[in-house]
């Protein structure tokens, strides 16, 4: 018969009850994995047992002891487990599992009593024995770890000493006070040169005169335990005089109670990458033909200075450009040209070499001598005047004396409120009016001109971003027939809708793009719409059966550019417009100046058919004879002929002249356009004089293209 099996005599019910009492009472103070069926489960078994050895006869009451032993198996080992299960097995036992009436009340009272001292002694002698195989394997398990301790201790301390001894890096151990405790060979080669042993030394004893306080503030720090680490770049003296540079990183080692008790100081040799840096930096900050500073270290002084600077401090500036010296490159070549900026060079430096004075060479023939904190306002005109003495004499290049010449503008000021584009833009400017006035001299700054200057520069800087951004425009200002007040074409005059300024004059800018070249392109862009708009007009009829002309100005520097003939036809083939619709008008000046070869551009577009026009005629003083030599067949009389007419009655010197001018032009085939008609009294004598047509704002002031049809 086994434990499991119930005997016949047994009452199922009652003793599952019973197990189900004893589990709800023992479970909670058991730390077992069982689920509470699985315990209740194993408690019937055990319940089982007790029954059975309750009505054994004889009693026996060793089970007991078998069921302590298996309530401590099955983890039911919390203080309070054992007085629960006895407590469960005095209350419920005999009511549940045995048959009292069989076996009386006093012997199962006191067999009950007996089991449960065999239960209690069981539970004791295994609880006892677990602990105590516990404890064995606790303590097994402990001495292994130790052993793997020392074992990883051991490991790691190799493994530490290896990195120690054989590092490339230098490594030192001082204990909080700074008193070196361990250095590595490493260590001690890059200080090998200091020549005392490092060991029983202090950190503080490689005191560099040039570290920065900083440095030493951060090592208080971590001395004080503040802070865990640090690192700097920093230089140490060796006694042989020579600079080891490290980069320093020093860390702080704390103790188990978490106290400061060691540094670490690990340094990495950067003298040569340093030497490399610094090499690279002058090459970066020098020029390298005169090795003078330049551009960036001289825009890096000057904005340090500007920076720095207290309310009153000045900062002075010479800006000086050699004068001529494109010519000298160009004839005797670069070599010369270079040797010539080298003595060039020496020479203003001998001028600029006390404290405070910096040279720098900032463009090809240009170079600026700055002054921090002039003495006096005078102080940085005199130092003009003495490099334009130590220019005076001349270089000897080869066998070639040459002489130097250059223009110097001279700039001082508080240095509060200035930017170092300022600076050195007033001093350029300045310069140019040293240029200008003659060259060889030196100007001082002003702030009148330099306003004026510094529009100008501001236009001229921004004309080719205003061509590629499409700011010009252009107007159109009919030309009538005098005969019968008929339109007989528009003259363009292009404008720059400017986004700062508004809408310009040509007057503002035409002469800066004329300096600078830009009006090529920007000319054949407007000679491009203009030819563009007259074949409009002629799609749409506009000016009847005769075709609108439109005139076009071009100035001198257009009229030299070698393609004009070639641009011109190529957008008027483009256009679809017949070249007689095109008028080019060239001023008087312009065109006096011109020899043949220049006037020849003109004489085959005006063979083509484009008409010509001589543009404010009368101002040029010109030989009259000379209008024969020309291509034009247009003449436009000035305003300042026509101005006298405009009283009532009109100057009669000025009729007499006018009247002289359109004979002459008709002798000569020339027709006679008249500009700047006010009035009509103006256009009345002007018809009766025989002028051709005429345009001003009589008729209509220059307007969008779209105006022209309705504007006579
Ligand atoms: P311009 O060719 O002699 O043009 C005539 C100028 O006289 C225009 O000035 C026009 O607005 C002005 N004007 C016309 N009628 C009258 C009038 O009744 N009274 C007065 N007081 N003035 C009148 P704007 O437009 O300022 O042009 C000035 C000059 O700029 C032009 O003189 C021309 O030489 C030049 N210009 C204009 N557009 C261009 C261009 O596309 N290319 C070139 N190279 N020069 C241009
Ligand atoms: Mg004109
Ligand atoms: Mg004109």
């Known amino acids: 018969m086994t434990d499991e099996t119930p005997t016949p005599h047994l009452p199922p019910d009652g003793l599952r009850r019973f197990a189900t009492i004893w589990c709800r009472a023992v479970y909670p103070a058991t730390a077992t994995s069982m689920t509470k069926r699985e315990f209740e489960s194993l408690l019937l078994a055990l319940s089982e047992r007790l029954a059975i050895a309750l009505r054994a006869q004889p009693f026996d009451p060793s089970p007991g002891v078998s069921v302590g032993e298996a309530l401590v198996t099955a983890h039911c080992t919390a203080p309070e487990a054992l007085p629960r299960v006895l407590g469960v097995i005095d209350a419920y036992l005999l009511l549940y599992c045995a048959d009292l009436t069989v076996l009386g009340q006093d012997e199962g009272r006191s067999r009950c009593a007996r089991l449960q001292h065999a239960i209690a002694a069981g539970f004791a002698r295994a609880l006892q024995e677990r602990t105590r195989s516990e404890q064995e394997s606790l303590s097994v398990a402990a001495l292994t770890a130790q052993t793997e301790i020392a074992n990883a201790l051991h490991e790691s301390e190799t493994r530490f000493r290896a990195v120690f001894r054989d590092a490339a890096l230098g490594i030192g151990i001082a204990d ?215 220019l005076a004499t001349p270089v000897t290049v080869g066998d070639r004396e040459l002489m130097v010449r250059a223009s110097i503008g001279v700039v001082e000021g508080p240095t509060r409120n200035l930017t170092s584009a300022e600076v050195l833009r007033s001093a350029d400017i300045t310069m140019y009016r040293a240029k200008a006035e003659g060259g060889n001299r030196y100007a001082l700054a002003d702030p009148d001109s330099d306003a004026r200057a510094i529009s100008r520069h501001h236009l001229t800087h921004h004309l080719p971003a205003a061509l590629k951004g499409c700011e010009f425009f252009i107007e159109y200002q009919p030309l009538v027939r005098m005969e019968d007040g008929s339109l007989e074409g528009a003259e363009a005059l292009v404008r720059w809708s400017h986004p700062r300024h508004g809408v310009l004059g040509p007057d503002r800018f035409i002469p800066l793009a004329e300096h600078t070249g830009l009006i090529v392109p920007l000319g054949r862009w407007v000679l491009q719409e203009a030819v563009r708009q007259a074949c409009k007009w002629q799609v749409r009829g506009i000016g009847g059966p005769r075709p609108l002309r439109v005139n076009v100005n071009l100035s001198p520097r257009q009229l030299h550019h070698p393609e004009l003939v070639e641009d011109t036809v190529a957008v008027l083939e483009e256009a679809g417009l017949p070249p007689s619709a095109l008028c080019l008008e060239v001023t008087e000046t312009a065109m006096i100046r011109a020899d043949e070869n220049e006037l ?100 209509a002031r220059p307007g969008p293209p779209e105006r022209l049809p309705e504007a006579v």
Not at 265 to 271: F, I, L, N, Y
Not at 604 to 631: C, H, K, M, Q, W
Not at 644 to 665: F, H, M, N, Y
């Open 176 to 390: 909080i006070n700074g008193d070196i405790i361990d250095t590595n060979e490493s260590f001690a080669r890059m200080m090998g040169g200091i020549g005392l042993p490092t060991r029983r030394r202090n950190v503080l004893d490689w005191t560099h005169p040039d570290d920065s306080p900083e440095v030493w503030r951060l090592q208080r720090e971590l001395m004080r335990g503040e802070r865990e680490h640090y690192q700097v770049e920093k230089p140490y003296s060796r006694s042989d005089g020579t600079v080891l540079w490290t980069n320093l990183t020093v860390s702080l080692l704390r103790d188990a109670e978490g106290e400061p008790r060691y540094m670490l100081a690990m340094m990495e040799d950067v003298s040569e990458r340093r030497l490399l840096n610094l090499r690279l930096r002058y090459q970066a900050t020098h020029d390298a033909l005169t090795d003078l500073p330049n551009r960036s270290m001289f825009f890096e002084r000057l904005e340090q200075a500007l920076a720095a600077g207290s309310p009153q401090s000045r900062v002075g500036l010479c800006y000086l450009d050699l004068d001529g010296f494109k010519a000298v490159n160009d004839s005797l070549g670069h070599a010369v040209g270079d040797q010539l900026l080298i003595a060039v060079a020496e020479r203003l430096q001998s001028c600029a070499s006390e404290p405070g004075q910096m040279l720098a060479r900032i463009g090809g023939d240009e170079f600026v001598a700055l002054v921090i904190d002039p003495p006096t306002a005078d102080s940085v005109a005199e130092l003009a005047r003495r490099a334009l003495a130590a």
């Open 600 to 699: 020849r551009p003109l004489r085959e577009l005006a063979e083509l058919g484009v008409g010509i026009a001589l543009d404010d005629f009368g101002t040029g003083y010109s030989n009259l004879a000379n209008l024969r030599r020309l291509p034009a067949n247009t003449l436009k009389l000035d305003r300042s002929f026509t101005q006298g007419l405009q009283r009532d009655p009109a100057d009669p010197v000025d009729l007499k002249i006018v009247e002289g001018i359109v004979s002459l032009a008709h002798a000569l085939r020339l027709s006679v356009t008249v500009e700047g008609v006010e009035t009509s009294t103006q256009a009345e004598q002007l018809r009766d004089l025989g002028c051709d047509s005429a345009q001003g704002w009589f008729y």
